[in-house]
Protein backbone atom coordinates (compact mmCIF):
# COMPACT_ATOMS: atom_id res chain seq x y z
CA UNK A 1 0.00 0.00 0.00
CA UNK A 2 1.55 3.02 -0.66
CA UNK A 3 3.86 2.11 -3.83
CA UNK A 4 4.68 3.96 -6.65
CA UNK A 5 5.71 3.00 -10.19
CA UNK A 6 8.35 4.12 -12.45
CA UNK A 7 8.92 3.29 -15.97
CA UNK A 8 11.95 1.78 -16.99
CA UNK A 9 14.05 2.33 -20.29
CA UNK A 10 12.76 -0.41 -21.96
CA UNK A 11 8.97 1.24 -21.52
CA UNK A 12 7.98 -1.54 -18.58
CA UNK A 13 6.66 -0.42 -14.85
CA UNK A 14 8.21 -1.65 -11.63
CA UNK A 15 6.72 -1.33 -8.16
CA UNK A 16 8.52 1.10 -6.25
CA UNK A 17 8.47 -0.22 -2.36
CA UNK A 18 8.27 2.65 -0.95
CA UNK A 19 5.64 6.05 -0.81
CA UNK A 20 7.67 9.07 -1.29
CA UNK A 21 5.83 10.53 1.74
CA UNK A 22 6.59 7.66 4.26
CA UNK A 23 10.62 8.08 2.84
CA UNK A 24 10.52 11.94 3.37
CA UNK A 25 8.68 11.83 6.85
CA UNK A 26 11.73 9.51 8.04
CA UNK A 27 14.01 12.38 6.00
CA UNK A 28 12.45 14.86 8.58
CA UNK A 29 13.06 13.17 11.54
CA UNK A 30 16.59 12.70 10.89
CA UNK A 31 16.84 15.75 9.76
CA UNK A 32 18.67 18.54 12.44
CA UNK A 33 16.85 21.48 12.81
CA UNK A 34 17.27 24.51 11.09
CA UNK A 35 18.64 28.03 12.93
CA UNK A 36 16.07 30.34 12.87
CA UNK A 37 16.96 34.58 13.07
CA UNK A 38 16.06 35.02 17.10
CA UNK A 39 13.63 38.03 17.29
CA UNK A 40 14.85 40.83 19.85
CA UNK A 41 11.35 41.13 21.56
CA UNK A 42 10.77 37.58 21.99
CA UNK A 43 14.47 37.12 23.60
CA UNK A 44 13.99 39.85 25.84
CA UNK A 45 10.63 38.54 27.14
CA UNK A 46 11.80 35.45 27.22
CA UNK A 47 14.64 35.91 29.57
CA UNK A 48 13.40 38.48 31.85
CA UNK A 49 10.59 35.56 32.53
CA UNK A 50 13.15 32.57 32.73
CA UNK A 51 15.26 34.70 35.19
CA UNK A 52 12.08 35.33 37.37
CA UNK A 53 11.17 31.89 37.29
CA UNK A 54 14.55 30.86 38.11
CA UNK A 55 14.47 33.14 40.80
CA UNK A 56 11.21 32.22 42.20
CA UNK A 57 11.81 28.55 41.85
CA UNK A 58 15.10 28.60 43.97
CA UNK A 59 13.55 30.82 46.58
CA UNK A 60 10.61 28.72 46.96
CA UNK A 61 12.83 25.73 47.47
CA UNK A 62 12.21 25.14 51.73
CA UNK A 63 15.50 25.43 53.51
CA UNK A 64 16.11 22.61 54.94
CA UNK A 65 19.05 23.67 57.09
CA UNK A 66 19.36 20.48 59.25
CA UNK A 67 19.66 18.48 55.89
CA UNK A 68 21.76 21.42 54.35
CA UNK A 69 24.07 21.42 57.04
CA UNK A 70 24.32 17.05 57.37
CA UNK A 71 25.24 17.35 53.64
CA UNK A 72 27.60 20.09 53.57
CA UNK A 73 29.38 17.88 56.56
CA UNK A 74 29.26 14.80 54.51
CA UNK A 75 30.76 16.92 51.25
CA UNK A 76 33.80 18.44 53.70
CA UNK A 77 34.71 14.76 54.75
CA UNK A 78 35.01 13.63 51.35
CA UNK A 79 37.05 16.21 50.64
CA UNK A 80 39.38 15.10 53.34
CA UNK A 81 39.19 11.65 52.61
CA UNK A 82 40.59 12.86 48.63
CA UNK A 83 43.01 15.26 50.77
CA UNK A 84 41.81 17.87 48.67
CA UNK A 85 39.63 20.30 51.56
CA UNK A 86 41.62 23.14 50.84
CA UNK A 87 38.58 25.67 50.78
CA UNK A 88 39.31 27.07 54.51
CA UNK A 89 42.86 27.82 53.59
CA UNK A 90 42.20 29.67 50.82
CA UNK A 91 39.86 31.35 52.36
CA UNK A 92 41.56 32.77 55.19
CA UNK A 93 44.45 33.80 53.17
CA UNK A 94 42.40 35.89 51.14
CA UNK A 95 40.74 37.22 53.89
CA UNK A 96 43.65 38.89 54.89
CA UNK A 97 43.88 41.02 52.07
CA UNK A 98 41.46 43.35 52.57
CA UNK A 99 41.81 44.95 49.30
CA UNK A 100 41.70 41.07 47.41
CA UNK A 101 38.74 39.82 49.43
CA UNK A 102 36.26 42.97 49.19
CA UNK A 103 37.06 42.77 45.30
CA UNK A 104 36.02 39.13 45.35
CA UNK A 105 33.02 39.96 46.99
CA UNK A 106 31.85 42.69 44.13
CA UNK A 107 33.42 40.38 41.68
CA UNK A 108 30.82 37.02 43.26
CA UNK A 109 27.73 39.97 43.64
CA UNK A 110 28.17 41.32 39.71
CA UNK A 111 29.56 39.57 36.96
CA UNK A 112 27.51 36.43 37.49
CA UNK A 113 24.88 38.40 36.08
CA UNK A 114 26.12 41.22 34.04
CA UNK A 115 29.25 38.69 31.89
CA UNK A 116 26.08 35.94 31.05
CA UNK A 117 23.99 38.70 29.88
CA UNK A 118 26.93 40.54 27.96
CA UNK A 119 27.86 37.13 26.29
CA UNK A 120 23.86 36.33 25.34
CA UNK A 121 23.63 40.07 23.63
CA UNK A 122 27.12 39.84 21.68
CA UNK A 123 26.04 36.10 20.62
CA UNK A 124 22.65 37.32 19.46
CA UNK A 125 23.92 40.67 17.39
CA UNK A 126 27.59 38.79 16.53
CA UNK A 127 26.36 35.02 15.74
CA UNK A 128 22.71 34.84 15.19
CA UNK A 129 22.91 31.52 13.84
CA UNK A 130 24.47 29.87 17.12
CA UNK A 131 22.16 31.91 19.72
CA UNK A 132 19.42 29.69 20.17
CA UNK A 133 21.11 26.55 20.40
CA UNK A 134 23.63 27.94 22.64
CA UNK A 135 20.86 29.83 24.87
CA UNK A 136 19.39 26.56 24.99
CA UNK A 137 22.26 25.13 26.78
CA UNK A 138 22.26 28.16 29.47
CA UNK A 139 18.82 27.40 30.34
CA UNK A 140 18.98 23.90 30.09
CA UNK A 141 21.75 24.04 32.41
CA UNK A 142 19.66 26.32 34.88
CA UNK A 143 16.63 24.15 34.87
CA UNK A 144 18.95 20.88 36.11
CA UNK A 145 20.52 23.15 38.81
CA UNK A 146 16.85 23.96 40.18
CA UNK A 147 16.20 20.28 40.42
CA UNK A 148 19.85 20.11 42.03
CA UNK A 149 18.43 22.15 44.66
CA UNK A 150 15.53 20.60 45.67
CA UNK A 151 17.14 17.32 45.52
CA UNK A 152 20.22 17.71 47.73
CA UNK A 153 20.05 21.05 49.98
CA UNK A 154 23.27 21.87 50.79
CA UNK A 155 24.80 24.63 53.22
CA UNK A 156 28.04 26.49 51.96
CA UNK A 157 31.25 26.47 53.97
CA UNK A 158 30.19 29.79 55.63
CA UNK A 159 27.46 28.49 57.27
CA UNK A 160 28.92 24.90 58.46
CA UNK A 161 28.87 24.20 62.19
CA UNK A 162 31.88 23.85 64.00
CA UNK A 163 34.06 25.07 61.29
CA UNK A 164 36.53 28.22 60.98
CA UNK A 165 34.70 29.79 57.69
CA UNK A 166 34.78 33.29 57.42
CA UNK A 167 31.77 35.19 55.39
CA UNK A 168 33.70 37.65 53.83
CA UNK A 169 30.82 39.78 53.31
CA UNK A 170 29.62 40.05 56.63
CA UNK A 171 32.99 40.80 58.03
CA UNK A 172 33.90 42.93 55.31
CA UNK A 173 30.56 44.78 55.42
CA UNK A 174 30.45 44.53 51.59
CA UNK A 175 27.29 43.51 49.31
CA UNK A 176 28.57 40.49 48.18
CA UNK A 177 26.03 37.56 48.39
CA UNK A 178 22.68 37.91 48.22
CA UNK A 179 22.88 34.72 51.12
CA UNK A 180 24.72 37.34 53.40
CA UNK A 181 24.33 40.20 55.69
CA UNK A 182 20.85 42.04 55.16
CA UNK A 183 20.15 40.07 52.08
CA UNK A 184 20.33 36.39 53.32
CA UNK A 185 16.45 36.73 53.66
CA UNK A 186 15.87 37.21 49.88
CA UNK A 187 17.39 33.99 48.73
CA UNK A 188 17.72 30.58 49.55
CA UNK A 189 20.88 30.00 51.74
CA UNK A 190 21.04 26.24 50.85
CA UNK A 191 20.85 26.26 47.28
CA UNK A 192 24.93 25.59 46.80
CA UNK A 193 24.67 22.77 44.74
CA UNK A 194 25.14 22.76 41.68
CA UNK A 195 27.22 26.48 41.36
CA UNK A 196 25.62 28.07 38.83
CA UNK A 197 28.13 30.51 38.76
CA UNK A 198 30.69 27.94 37.47
CA UNK A 199 27.96 26.10 35.24
CA UNK A 200 27.02 30.25 34.09
CA UNK A 201 30.88 31.37 33.69
CA UNK A 202 32.48 27.95 32.03
CA UNK A 203 28.92 28.84 29.30
CA UNK A 204 30.27 31.68 29.15
CA UNK A 205 34.15 31.21 28.78
CA UNK A 206 33.63 28.27 25.93
CA UNK A 207 31.22 30.09 24.14
CA UNK A 208 33.88 33.36 24.18
CA UNK A 209 36.83 30.83 23.29
CA UNK A 210 34.54 28.90 20.52
CA UNK A 211 33.64 32.34 18.67
CA UNK A 212 35.46 35.26 19.42
CA UNK A 213 37.98 36.12 16.34
CA UNK A 214 40.42 38.73 18.79
CA UNK A 215 42.60 36.74 20.27
CA UNK A 216 42.71 38.54 23.90
CA UNK A 217 38.99 37.92 24.32
CA UNK A 218 39.17 34.13 23.76
CA UNK A 219 42.01 34.06 26.79
CA UNK A 220 39.44 36.00 29.13
CA UNK A 221 36.94 33.50 28.02
CA UNK A 222 39.31 30.80 29.76
CA UNK A 223 40.38 33.25 32.64
CA UNK A 224 37.25 33.96 33.16
CA UNK A 225 35.71 30.30 34.92
CA UNK A 226 38.85 29.69 36.26
CA UNK A 227 39.11 33.13 38.33
CA UNK A 228 35.22 32.51 39.42
CA UNK A 229 36.49 28.92 40.74
CA UNK A 230 39.00 30.92 43.30
CA UNK A 231 36.30 33.75 43.94
CA UNK A 232 33.49 31.58 45.18
CA UNK A 233 35.99 29.05 46.84
CA UNK A 234 37.71 32.34 48.48
CA UNK A 235 34.16 33.82 49.61
CA UNK A 236 33.28 30.64 51.36
CA UNK A 237 30.54 30.46 49.36
CA UNK A 238 31.06 26.93 47.77
CA UNK A 239 32.72 23.80 47.84
CA UNK A 240 34.91 22.65 45.12
CA UNK A 241 32.55 19.81 44.55
CA UNK A 242 29.67 22.31 43.74
CA UNK A 243 32.07 23.91 40.88
CA UNK A 244 31.78 19.93 39.88
CA UNK A 245 28.01 19.46 39.71
CA UNK A 246 27.98 22.94 38.19
CA UNK A 247 30.02 21.60 35.09
CA UNK A 248 27.93 18.18 35.10
CA UNK A 249 24.77 20.07 34.12
CA UNK A 250 26.48 21.97 31.85
CA UNK A 251 27.32 18.87 30.05
CA UNK A 252 23.51 17.57 30.08
CA UNK A 253 23.24 21.19 28.92
CA UNK A 254 25.60 20.75 25.56
CA UNK A 255 24.40 17.08 25.14
CA UNK A 256 20.79 18.21 25.27
CA UNK A 257 21.44 21.10 22.44
CA UNK A 258 23.49 18.13 20.43
CA UNK A 259 20.56 15.83 20.48
CA UNK A 260 17.78 18.68 19.27
CA UNK A 261 20.11 20.61 16.58
CA UNK A 262 22.35 17.44 15.25
CA UNK A 263 25.19 19.24 15.84
CA UNK A 264 26.84 21.20 18.24
CA UNK A 265 26.06 24.77 19.20
CA UNK A 266 29.43 26.84 18.02
CA UNK A 267 29.05 25.09 14.60
CA UNK A 268 25.68 25.64 13.41
CA UNK A 269 25.64 27.76 10.49
CA UNK A 270 23.74 31.04 9.91
CA UNK A 271 20.06 30.78 10.38
CA UNK A 272 17.52 31.08 7.51
CA UNK A 273 16.32 34.24 6.01
CA UNK A 274 19.77 35.86 6.63
CA UNK A 275 21.81 37.69 4.15
CA UNK A 276 21.80 35.48 0.83
CA UNK A 277 24.67 35.06 -0.91
CA UNK A 278 25.56 35.35 -4.56
CA UNK A 279 24.25 32.96 -6.97
CA UNK A 280 27.12 31.44 -9.58
CA UNK A 281 27.33 33.05 -12.19
CA UNK A 282 27.63 30.60 -15.85
CA UNK A 283 30.83 28.68 -15.93
CA UNK A 284 32.85 30.21 -19.58
CA UNK A 285 33.60 27.12 -21.51
CA UNK A 286 36.91 26.32 -22.97
CA UNK A 287 37.51 28.49 -26.21
CA UNK A 288 37.90 25.56 -28.90
CA UNK A 289 41.10 25.40 -30.97
Known amino acids: MGDTTVTTLEGREEAVPHSVAAE ?25 VSYWTYSLVRNAVPEQRAEALRNADAIWRLEQQLGLAFEESVNHAVNAVTWLVVGMNYYYATLHFAVTLGVLVWLYRSHPGRYAATRLVLFTTTGIALLGYYLYPLAPPRLMNGQDFVDTVLVHQTWGSMASGDLKNMSNQYAAMPSMHIGWSVWCGLTLFALASV ?10 PAGTLVVIVATANHFWLDAVGGVLCLAVGYGIALVWYGRQPYALPRPAGGRKQPEPGPVPLPKQG
Open 215 to 224: PWVRVLGLLY
Open 24 to 48: TGRTYLRRPRVPRRPRLWFEILLIA
